[in-house]
């Protein structure tokens, strides 16, 4: 359908411009409005802006309703610099706030707070303009449908925006409820996927379709995939670091990506983590906002390499970033803060970037010339405001050269260089520390935390840490406490954190994932048994029922909106789908409850057409990892005509035993199968055999270096 005239040219005209008080800098009183009282800090931090501002809720929407006016809709997320930036140019700016205020009913909204509002929303701001990001401005009927939508708009635009949509409110009023019921049905119908066909092959030429995707998109210079800006390829990696699960080539591609992040300015050499991306396709220049989500991945990667590689540069990475968790993120009444700012004191990077004149303070001057020439460091810095490319004066610290390559220029040994920069780097965190920091959000979110337990599993396998795994542990522990019902529904945020809002598809995901992993790492069958309980509600209550696939919220505990949605691309970590369809593949190859293989098989065929298109490969990893899981476990299954990698035969048995390709470490578990074969005319008995007759069961013999754990027959 045609949009109206006036509302394309309004489009048109922005995409290509691209109750209490408190005082101000100067004293001055200002009025709170309000948000003050919201438990969200990226809420809290628009609670003095001149914006006549609602949260989200009945009360905005009913005097939307009431008064006729549109929504004007923002959505951001308290580390993001673009929000911030949007926010001193217009919300606090009093004469703008005061026509947002006349012609809206103006609305704000936490994108981690609320993921199913971000997500609905989002898929109508990039059906209209091809493209999506933060902050984002979506203009809606008093109904909540969208009408129209963009991201960040310069104060100029922005103002143009609301005289145009004034006026169109009263002269093309019936063009914009068409555009809106248009708009609105078409993200409904997205919520199943695009309308593509059903893919020819199998699940293998999918898989060698995804392969291909990514090695194409690679870039075999800096490494990642894709051009500026670079995002953290998370869940690309780990498909690649599953057991099996990469070939050499694609083996060097992991190098390649976690070998230029880790010299980049993208991770904080200094304080150990990484920031969210680099602006351009070196890993050079970052947003220095540090997210829970992305570490929590990243320690994964890095653990993952290291146990692939034994080579102690990844494990020195994975180090640091659960150095800087313990540090700056954990909370002290359980759990760990969602994000720290892009920005402190308003200004972007100060926290992390030197002068040559602070490193000379830090470090005295003959360790600050050797720390300013490995570090890359320039008189006029090498930190470049983004908008202007101009220079700052500042410094980002990182490696613009390989430790293997300066080691050599220098005639040193590489250990030896490594020495002495993590020497140095110790030295500048607690004059760092000492400076303003970025502002801490604080909120303790149930799916990235999960994530998190995760993360520190398999790195306390990889790098054989158990006070990691026992950490993960305490952690998952605080989770089901804190964040569930008495029900047993997940909460998004800890119980005494603010008003209670059940959790959402990605909560249940990532915790059931978790504590599978926690079980796959301990002898600790509770941690199955609280997966077994999720994954009933999920599949109660998220599942569509009807064309598979899990919703992002509940239908029946959360807010009826226009559309529902369904995630299945990885963005930014991997996608409810995906996770689902492969921890209730996990959980069944341990339970052999049939349901859990239903919906994971349903959840599969539902993005199978999306599986299809080697544009969307790279997206979808945690699809293809589900993917490839099945297929092992059908393998699994169907092996009665292969040898076992340990064969053997005793009077009238024949024994298989068949191993898990997976990284084994001391207390780990590694799953295997064994298959008894017996010759015709035999039998045993069940493990579950009627009273009166010998059960057959499984058992270590004496002396056997290894113990065994859970057993399913």
């Known amino acids: 359908m045609t949009p109206p005239r006036l509302l394309v040219c309004v489009c048109l005209l922005l995409w290509t411009a691209a109750g209490a008080s408190a005082e101000d800098e100067k004293g001055a009183p200002v009025k709170l409005n309000r948000l003050k009282d919201e438990r969200s800090p990226y809420l809290r931090q628009h609670q003095t802006n001149p914006v006549d501002w609602y949260p989200w809720g009945p009360e905005a929407l009913e005097r939307a309703k009431a008064e006729d006016k549109p929504i004007f809709l923002s959505v951001g997320y308290a580390a993001c610099h673009w929000c911030h930036v949007m926010e001193h140019e217009s919300f606090e700016d009093t004469a703008t706030a005061k026509r947002m205020s006349e012609v809206f009913v103006c609305v704000k909204v936490d994108r981690e707070e609320r993921p199913d509002l971000d ?42 925006l609301i005289d145009s949509v004034e006026k169109a409110w009263q002269d093309q009023r019936s063009a914009i409820e068409s555009q809106a019921g248009s708009l609105a049905e078409r993200v409904e119908r997205m919520a199943d996927g695009l309308d593509l066909p059903e893919p020819d092959g199998s699940d293998a030429d999918l898989l060698n379709h995804m392969r291909g995707a990514l090695a194409a998109s690679f870039d075999a210079r800096h490494g990642g995939y894709g051009g500026r800006p670079k995002f953290p390829p998370h869940t690309q990696l780990l498909f690649y670091l599953d057991p099996d699960g990469a070939s050499d080539a694609e083996l060097a591609q992991v190098r390649q990506t976690l070998d230029r992040m880790e010299e980049g ?61 313990e540090r700056e993120m954990r909370r002290p009444g359980g759990g760990y803060a969602s994000s720290l700012d892009a920005d ?14 602070e490193l000379e303070e830090a470090l005295g001057a003959d360790d600050a010339r050797f720390a300013a020439d490995v570090f890359g460091f320039r008189p006029t810095g090498n930190f470049e405001d983004e908008a202007t490319r101009e220079r700052t004066g500042r410094n980002i610290v990182y490696l613009p050269r390989a430790v293997e390559v300066e080691a050599a220029a ?20 607690p004059p ?57 529904a997940l909460l998004r945020f800890p119980k005494d954190s603010g008003p209670e809002l059940v959790g959402f598809c990605e909560d249940y995901v990532h ?16 941690w199955i048994a609280e997966a077994e309980a999720l994954a009933a509600l999920l599949i109660a209550e998220y599942q569509d029922t009807e064309a598979g696939g899990f919703w992002t919220t509940s239908g029946t505990r959360h807010e009826e909106l226009f559309a529902r949605s369904k995630e299945s ?5 991997p996608s409810d789908n995906g996770t689902a369809a492969l921890a209730l593949l996990r959980l069944h190859a341990r339970t052999a ?20 298109q080697p544009r969307f490969g790279g997206m979808l990893a945690q699809l293809f990892r589900a993917l490839r899981l099945r297929d092992r476990l059908e393998q699994a299954g169907a092996a009665t005509a292969q040898t076992g990698d340990v064969h053997l035969r005793q009077d009238v048995a024949v024994v298989d035993v068949f191993l898990q390709r997976t990284t084994a470490a001391l207390g780990s578990q590694v799953p295997f199968v064994v298959r008894v074969t017996l010759d015709e005319g035999w039998h045993v008995n069940p493990a579950d055999a009627a009273e009166g007759l010998i059960a057959t069961s499984l058992a270590e013999a004496e002396g056997c270096p290894a113990t065994l754990a859970s057993i399913v027959y």
């Open 119 to 160: 997500r609905i929303y989002m898929t109508a701001v990039q059906v209209m303009s091809g493209r999506g990001g933060w902050p984002m401005t979506v203009l809606l009927m008093p109904d909540g449908r969208p009408f129209w939508g963009g991201t960040y708009l310069p104060r100029p635009q922005l103002n143009q």
């Open 265 to 325: 300015g993208i991770h904080d050499h200094v304080g150990g983590g990484f920031h969210r991306y680099s602006t351009d396709a070196e890993w050079l220049l970052p947003h220095f906002e540090k997210m829970l989500y992305d570490n929590a991945l990243l320690l994964q990667a890095y653990a993952g390499m290291h146990g692939r590689t034994g080579e102690a540069r990844y494990a020195r990475v994975a180090e640091r970033i659960v150095g800087w968790l």
């Open 344 to 357: 402190t004191e308003g200004e972007e990077g100060t926290t992390y970037t030197w002068t040559q004149a």
């Open 410 to 429: 220098r005639d040193m040994a590489p250990e030896a260089l490594s020495t002495r920069i993590d020497q140095i780097l110790d030295r500048m965190l």
């Open 432 to 488: 760092r520390m000492a400076r303003p920091q970025p502002g801490l959000d604080d909120k303790v979110i149930t799916g990235w935390n999960a994530l998190l337990v995760s993360g520190f599993v398999r790195a306390g396998i990889d790098l054989e840490r158990p006070a990691w795994i026992q950490r993960a542990g305490e952690l998952a522990d605080f989770l089901l406490s804190a964040c569930r019902r008495d029900d047993g």
């Open 511 to 526: 915790m059931i994932e978790a504590l599978l992993d926690l079980g796959d790492a301990t002898t600790d069958e509770r």
């Open 569 to 573: 691309m990885d963005a930014p970590i």
């Open 593 to 612: 409850d049939a349901a859990h293989e239903a919906a994971a098989d349903r959840t599969l065929a539902a993005f199978r057409p999306m599986l299809g």
